[in-house]
């Protein structure tokens, strides 16, 4: 497959503009997800890093358990990453994870779902399952969210990302087909809801084999003619520097903008690639809006009067990276080629990503846009070619929700420079740029 193959070559599924919508909010992500486990007839798989030990992601479970039970002959799958499942969050105490939740669900109930763990590579902090998607009958639920409280607005705050459901049964099967083909059946992937589970050790030589097989995957689509009255929609997939399709056409995105870009990352820490092609198309003159978060609406973020530890200092270095490539671009901010929009909405959290160029084409997908989406996860995405515009309208309606609770920063110096910040977080960012571990930190965060 050439290095860099344009969205118009690539094999499509061709969808109907009116089986294409837009959610605006967590709330109705999860309304819409219970609402179509509820109502399964036929399957229900669940890709997602991972599914909470916790009221919003009991609630998940519990649904997709009592739709096996009213139907046993119903074909359910959930996918989560391997190491996440098994772990506490981060700075809690060591516990059995999600995957004793999993295991709880299969005994108290006559047909048990499976969970499968994704090991993607053998240690988390070098890759992950990132790969996205909620399959239901017919209709994808994509979405960059995982399952639990915050993403699903189940209690007082809520982590906003973006959320579009595709009726389409092509595009379900092709999704459906790769998870089962690609990843279940792959001897490295294990049924987390089962007791007597190997190790990861035990795993390695599997794990290795897995994240090869990986690297040549990608979905079967059996090329649909697009006429004027639909929609091209290819799903991707991507792992690692090589030959990653899904990186590539985020790529190639950039690089054929004409009059503009909007990209949104929750992480402000862009690959390379991206920040040489996106600085071409404000030469030639591409208009560009950075939508990100404000660290206080990073997931990471600790308020001051916090306990700091380590983690806590991600959402500065996050924003250092911004006003650093903010001072390289000021004489564009200046002519206003380059908008950044800082997104902030209470003690809300920001989880936003995809790109639309030119309003007609768009990427729906987790990848953060980061070198860690770029080198070391497995991620997806949707590629949506629409260059009659039947979806313009919904796409601008979903934007002017997200601009809802955001500043548009007019110079590098709004934004907080190191001496701006809490004393212990300056010290700690410091120890962190003195021992040079933020390059590390960059390629793997």
């Not at 790109?355 to 070198?371: E, I």
């Amino acid at each position: 497959m050439p290095i860099r193959q344009s969205f118009g070559s690539l094999p499509t599924f061709a969808i109907d503009p009116d089986q294409f919508h837009v959610l605006q909010s967590a709330l109705h992500f999860r309304e819409s997800l219970l609402k179509a486990i509820n109502n399964a007839t036929v399957r229900i798989y669940l890709a997602s890093l991972y599914l909470e030990d916790d009221e919003a992601g009991r609630e998940v479970l519990t649904a997709a358990y009592e739709a096996k039970q009213r139907n046993p002959n119903l074909d359910i799958a959930i996918c989560v990453d391997w190491h996440r499942a098994q772990r506490g969050l981060i700075g809690a105490e060591k516990s059995a994870g999600n995957a004793a939740m999993y295991q709880a669900f299969a005994e108290k109930y006559e047909h048990s779902i499976p969970v499968y763990g994704v090991p993607v590579r053998t240690r988390e902090v070098f890759g992950v399952l990132h790969l996205k998607g909620f399959i239901i009958d017919d209709t994808v639920i994509y979405s960059g969210a995982s399952l639990n409280n915050i993403y699903l607005h189940y209690q007082d705050r809520y982590r906003f990302d973006r959320y579009h459901v595709i009726e389409h049964r092509e595009l379900a099967n092709s999704m459906v087909e790769f998870i089962c083909e690609g990843m279940i059946a792959h001897s490295a992937v294990k049924n987390l809801s089962q007791t007597g589970l190997p190790t990861t050790k035990e795993l390695k030589p599997a794990i290795r084999q897995f994240r090869a097989s990986l690297a040549k995957a990608s979905y079967k689509v059996e090329h649909q003619l697009v006429d004027d009255q639909h929609v091209a929609v290819t799903p991707l997939v991507g792992i690692g520097k090589r030959q990653n399709l899904l990186n590539q056409q985020i790529t190639v995105m950039l690089a054929s903008a004409k009059e503009e870009i909007i990209l949104c990352t929750p992480y402000f820490n862009l690959p390379k690639v991206v920040l040489r092609e996106v600085k071409r198309a404000m030469k030639r003159c591409v208009n560009v809006h950075v939508i990100v978060g404000d660290k206080t609406a990073n997931d990471f973020y600790l308020p001051p009067d916090k306990p700091v530890k380590a983690i806590g200092g991600l959402p500065y270095l996050y924003e250092m990276n911004l006003r650093k490539f903010a001072v390289f671009n000021e004489k564009y901010m200046t002519s206003g080629r380059l908008s950044i929009h800082l997104w902030k909405h209470d003690a809300n959290s920001y989880h936003l990503k995809g790109l639309w160029v030119d309003h007609s084409v768009m990427m729906l997908t987790g990848n953060n846009v980061n070198p860690r989406a770029w080198a070391l996860d497995l991620e997806n995405g949707l590629l949506i070619n629409d260059p009659n515009k039947h979806l313009e309208a919904k796409f601008i309606a979903e934007f002017d929700n997200i601009f809802q609770h955001t500043q548009r920063i007019a110079s590098s110096s709004e934004l907080d420079v190191l001496q701006d910040y809490p004393l212990k977080i300056q010290k700690l960012l410091k120890r962190v740029i003195r021992t040079r571990a933020d390059r590390l930190l960059k390629r793997i965060l």
